[in-house]
């Protein structure tokens, strides 16, 4: 290796391509947080030291001033890139003019035994370059913009350690060997790399003491040891159909978004990308939806992975009783329920798309879908084997003794719509589902329960929305009670088990979605305003919706030739967007989106009988 040469710029390859496409990016963590890493090798969004904490690597909402880490080789170069086997240890190589390098991304997993014998901070991202062919030259820029971009730290030199940013209470520790100059609140070289050399970046973070610096000597050893969790807990899938591959990356992303302290499952691990380039519709997602969780806990029971799904479980009896018997839309990993929304106005949005929001005030809102998609989370942890203690069989019945009186208001709907609440027609099938599930685990598990209600509630729901919410004009249920749009939502009505899916009423919903929101695999979920084309991209969830439907409606061909087109929209390492425009492809909104991996193994694992 060849000392550094300080860089005329602070400026990567990269930054002369502007913001890159959301599906170029590949995600690295955890279980606490995440990082987004790019084809150009740049660490361009992390929160330390959990999800929903301020971001300190920031420069995928403000590519000017936002904080990343790259390693780039500086001068033209092609990009290929892969997970290192099941597990999310990003490998991407760059082939230059005169070599080839190879860099691996992680964020090692150490036990709390291990941390606390090796006295390891509490987050660390480990980047390993090597040269594998001829010399190349790498451009090597760290720039920190803590709180959110609000703080430049202050980096100090440490004599064969590496570099200290210290915050006061938290504390930044660069462990590397290649000699970086401090150059504008940023660590910045141009290394040079022959054959067979290798460097290491080991960032750390630590909010308590000891603040003790990786070893960079060890990084081997790192990644050995994350290599051997992730193949050891890949390994509990039971999925032995089709694309288990896929099947696996899908359920290594729910792993990567869920919070292992407490069990909870975030949205994603981003905020602010938006549904539409230039437009307000910019939401945070790092939080835990009960909806999206008690999904991913149903799917996480299916493939053989309870100590997820059963974690998820207790995080959500503890979570819930700070607001029962109403439930709240969201909570943050920890169960706290004050999520107020605020603009972070110094960050300029991705591609200018403003404002960038963090907290959420979609929490407050009331959605009554919410309890059918965590009764039937319920039930999936009770036919996997699991017992209620006396406290969750009283909280199920509280539950459904909820829904039975509330189910007649109007709410909020699953897509958020805010403004005020309407009688949605899947709000009210999901009532149906969660009073079905609370009669079924009242019977299973010997639950004392007065059900009579449920069951006059149940029925009356079912005579309301086929005479009302299904509309002979349309020939398909519709969005709201005796209205005439068209909502995808309506796909999970024969998989949840309120109608049959060969039901003509059904079957003609399905022909009608595919008609009036389909664009080949892609699904939009409703047309927005009278007579106005689609203003923000499909969503990818409602493809894997569609083939779900068509499954359970005896069309098994068709599905198993949706979703393997809809798998297509996936990017290059097996990562699904909120959106896609079916224009160009491009992907929108937060990324990667909890929901469409669930619906994705959803779908999966109803086409392979599991």
């Given at each position: 290796m060849e000392l550094a040469t300080r860089p005329s710029a602070l400026s990567d390859s990269a930054l002369l391509c502007g913001y890159p496409p959301i599906q170029d990016y590949a995600l690295i963590g955890d279980c606490r947080t995440a990082a987004l890493v790019s084809r150009h090798g740049s660490i361009d969004w992390l929160c330390l030291p959990k999800f929903d904490s301020p971001s300190c690597f920031n420069r995928l909402l403000d590519w000017e001033r936002g904080g990343y880490c790259s390693l780039t080789p500086a001068g033209p170069f092609t990009t290929q890139r892969w997970y290192q086997g099941e597990s999310p240890i990003l490998v991407t190589e760059f082939h230059a003019e005169r070599g080839r390098v190879r860099l691996t991304d992680l964020m090692p997993v150490v036990s709390e035994e291990d941390r606390a014998a090796r006295l390891w901070p509490a987050r660390h991202v480990l980047r390993r370059v090597e040269c594998l062919d001829g010399v190349v030259d790498l451009d090597v820029t760290l720039k920190l913009r803590p709180d959110d971009g609000r703080v430049t730290p202050r980096f100090e030199a440490r004599r064969h350690v590496g570099y200290c940013a210290d915050l006061g209470s938290r504390v930044f520790l660069v462990a590397t060997e290649m000699p970086l100059f401090l150059q504008n609140g940023a660590l910045a070289g141009r290394l040079r790399l022959s054959k067979g050399e290798r460097l290491v970046l080991w960032l750390?973070?630590?909010?308590?003491?000891?603040?003790?610096?990786?070893?960079?000597?060890?990084?081997?050893?790192?990644?050995?040891?994350?290599?051997?969790?992730?193949?050891?807990?890949?390994?509990?899938?039971?999925?032995?159909?089709?694309?288990?591959?896929?099947?696996?990356?899908?359920?290594?992303?729910?792993?990567?978004?869920?919070?292992?302290?407490?069990g909870a499952i975030v949205a994603a691990p981003t905020t602010s990308l938006p549904e539409r380039v230039g437009g307000g519709l910019n939401w945070d997602y790092r939080y835990c939806w009960l909806r999206d969780a008690s999904m991913s806990a149903r799917v996480f029971f299916r493939l053989g992975f309870h100590a997820e799904a059963a974690a998820f479980m207790q995080w959500l009896t503890h979570a819930t009783t700070l607001t029962y018997p109403r439930l709240q839309v969201m909570y943050d990993v920890h169960g706290e329920t004050s999520l107020p929304e605020s603009t972070v106005d110094r960050l300029d949005g991705y591609r200018r798309s403003r404002p960038v929001r963090t907290g959420n005030a979609a929490s407050s809102q009331f959605q009554l879908d919410v309890y059918g998609e965590l009764l039937d989370g319920v039930a999936a942890y009770v036919d996997a084997g699991h017992?209620?203690?006396?406290?969750?069989?009283?909280?199920?019945?509280?539950?459904?003794?909820?829904?039975?009186?509330?189910?007649?208001?109007?709410?909020?709907?699953?897509?958020?719509?805010?403004?005020?609440?309407?009688?949605?027609?899947?709000?009210?099938?999901?009532?149906?589902?969660?009073?079905?599930?609370?009669?079924?685990?009242?019977?299973?598990?010997?639950?004392?329960?007065?059900?009579?209600?449920?069951?006059?509630?149940?029925?009356?729901?079912?005579?309301?929305?086929?005479?009302?919410?299904?509309?002979?004009?349309?020939?398909?249920?519709?969005?709201?009670?005796?209205?005439?749009?068209?909502?995808?939502?309506?796909?999970?009505?024969?998989?949840?088990?309120?109608?049959?899916?060969?039901?003509?009423?059904?079957?003609?919903?399905?022909?009608?979605?595919?008609?009036?929101?389909?664009?080949?695999?892609?699904?939009?979920?409703?047309?927005?305003?009278?007579?106005?084309?689609?203003?923000?991209?499909?969503?990818?969830?409602?493809?894997?919706?569609?083939?779900?439907?068509?499954?359970?409606?005896?069309?098994?061909?068709d599905a198993l030739a949706l979703i393997d087109q809809a798998e297509e929209t996936a990017n290059d390492v097996g990562l699904y967007a909120e959106e896609r425009r079916p224009d160009d492809g491009a992907a929108m909104g937060n990324y990667p989106l909890a929901l469409t991996h669930v619906a994705h193994l959803s779908a999966r694992l109803r086409l392979a009988g599991c």
């Open positions: 750390a973070y630590a909010e308590e003491a000891p603040s003790v610096y990786p070893c960079p000597a060890l990084a081997d050893v790192a990644i050995d040891d994350t290599l051997r969790y992730w193949t050891g807990w890949a390994r509990q899938c039971r999925y032995a159909g089709p694309q288990r591959e896929r099947v696996v990356r899908s359920a290594m992303t729910l792993k990567l978004l869920s919070y292992a302290p407490s017992r209620l203690d006396r406290g969750t069989q009283r909280w199920i019945v509280r539950m459904a003794d909820l829904v039975a009186e509330q189910w007649t208001q109007p709410d909020h709907g699953i897509w958020e719509v805010r403004g005020e609440r309407r009688h949605y027609v899947h709000s009210k099938v999901w009532c149906w589902i969660a009073l079905d599930r609370a009669e079924q685990l009242v019977r299973r598990m010997g639950i004392r329960a007065s059900t009579g209600a449920w069951a006059q509630a149940r029925e009356a729901i079912s005579r309301v929305v086929l005479k009302t919410g299904y509309s002979t004009t349309r020939r398909s249920f519709v969005q709201v009670l005796g209205g005439s749009r068209l909502d995808a939502a309506a796909l999970t009505f024969s998989p949840g088990g309120f109608i049959d899916g060969k039901d003509p009423r059904m079957t003609s919903t399905i022909a009608a979605v595919q008609r009036i929101l389909a664009k080949g695999p892609l699904v939009y979920r409703y047309i927005m305003g009278k007579d106005a084309g689609p203003q923000e991209g499909a969503f990818l969830p409602c493809s894997f919706w569609m083939a779900e439907a068509l499954a359970t409606a005896g069309r098994r061909d």
